[in-house]
Structures are given as structure tokens and as C-alpha cells.
Antibody, heavy 120, light 109 residues
């Protein structure tokens, strides 16, 4: 079964760094774009951006440029989302999803989400 | 960048038909995709393209589009359809990114 599996929940303090992961299994993900999506408590879905697993080509949403960093290790079909200095406002559930573009583009496969809590 | 607008909340009687709409300039160029999110769960793709359902999605879910508006229709709504629904399309800025609507909370009465 093709799936995306994300790393577990994190509790961090403001100013700390963090990297969460999204591992693809059951398929050849090196030809896929992976999107990162944020959902703050009680709020809607927001695009952070996308990264191509094949060559790490990255496109950030303007609102998140400079706030987060995407990376990949294609040898293990894993994408990463990283913060160098967390803020309380980064508290949210973060989803990875495959951004499939054929005739149309859509997010056809989702990870289970990673809850990031930033609190002193 | 683009914006997609959805009604915050919609309700439907059990077994009746409901339409959830999504409006935005990017929909004049790109099809919307639709996602169902139940409480505590990850979003799930329910419609994409002109009117395509992924495997396992019931055929009571259908889609349509006209001008700058896309619609998700549930014909014969079931209790398990109560959820938040989000539309998404490619951003009209041609940066290959997507944009979500604000979401519609569907209540099945």
C-alpha cells in the first residue's frame, strides 16, 4: 500500500530548532512533489510550499519564505520540514501530501500529520 | 497569489442533496480539487479534475465548474459526510503552488 508516514508529535520551547519527517513507502517517490501544509488549532489548511524528491527543487509560499526549510533524502524517500528557531505561533499540525500534477494538480496522498507544540 | 472563497458553514437534512461552492479567479484556469476532513483526521481527497473520484469515494460525491466557481455536490447526504470540506486549485501566479479555500463545515441534520 502506498502511503506517507510522518514523524511523531513534538513539544518544543520557543527558540529551539526542529526537523520533522515524511517518509514515502510502497512506491517510487523520487519522481514526486511533496507539499507541506499547516493547520493551526481550529483553523483551515495553508500551503507552506513544495519540494521535488528527485532533485530537491523547492518552491515556498511567499508567506513562509525564510520561515521554514524543506529538504529531502531521496535514498530513503523522505522529505523534511525544518525550523531553526521556533515561535509559539508555529504551534500547529503539519501535513505532508503528494502534489500530483497530470492534466490537473491535486493532493492525492496525505500523511497522518505531525502535531508541533511550541510552549515555554 | 490567488484566493478561494467558501461559505463557512452549510447544513443538510439526512438523505438530501447539498452543494458546497468555491469561488476564485484561479478556477477560470484550473480545476478545483476537494478534500474532506473529519475531526482529528488528515484531509482526504474526494474529487479532482473535471469530475473524478478517487477509488473508494462514494458516487454520491460529484463536482462541477462554471466560470470562477467550482461546486461539490453530495446527493443523498449521509451522517458520515459531516465534516469540513476544503477546495484547492493551482495558484494563478503560475508558481506551481496551490491555494486552499477557507473550508466549509458541513452539518448533517
Amino acid at each position: 500500500e502506498v502511503q506517507l508516514v510522518q514523524s511523531g508529535a513534538e513539544l518544543k520551547k520557543p527558540g529551539e530548532s526542529l526537523r520533522i519527517s515524511c517518509k514515502g513507502s510502497g512506491d517510487n517517490f523520487t519522481t514526486d512533489w511533496i507539499a507541506w501544509v499547516r493547520q493551526m488549532p481550529g483553523k483551515g489548511l495553508e500551503w507552506l510550499g513544495i519540494i521535488y524528491l528527485g532533485d530537491s527543487d523547492t518552491i515556498y509560499s511567499p508567506s513562509f519564505q525564510g520561515q521554514v526549510t524543506f529538504s529531502v533524502d531521496k535514498s530513503v524517500s523522505t522529505a523534511y520540514l525544518q525550523w531553526s528557531s521556533l515561535r509559539a505561533s508555529d504551534t500547529a499540525v503539519y501535513y505532508c501530501a503528494r502534489w500530483y500534477c497530470g492534466v490537473d494538480c491535486y493532493l492525492d496522498l496525505w500523511g497522518q500529520g505531525t502535531l508541533v507544540t511550541v510552549s515555554s | 497569489s490567488s484566493e478561494l472563497t467558501q461559505d463557512p458553514a452549510v447544513s443538510v437534512a439526512l438523505g438530501q442533496t447539498v452543494r458546497i461552492t468555491c469561488q476564485g479567479d484561479s478556477l477560470r484556469r484550473f480545476y478545483a480539487s476537494w478534500y474532506q476532513q473529519r475531526p482529528g483526521q488528515a484531509p482526504l481527497l474526494v474529487l479532482y479534475g473535471k469530475n473524478n473520484r478517487p477509488s473508494g469515494i462514494p458516487d454520491r460525491f460529484s463536482g462541477s465548474s462554471s466560470g470562477d466557481t467550482a461546486s461539490l455536490t453530495i446527493t443523498g447526504a449521509q451522517a458520515e459526510d459531516e465534516a469540513d470540506y476544503y477546495c484547492n486549485s493551482r495558484d494563478s501566479s503560475d508558481n506551481y503552488l496551490g491555494v486552499f479555500g477557507g473550508g466549509t463545515k458541513l452539518t448533517v441534520l
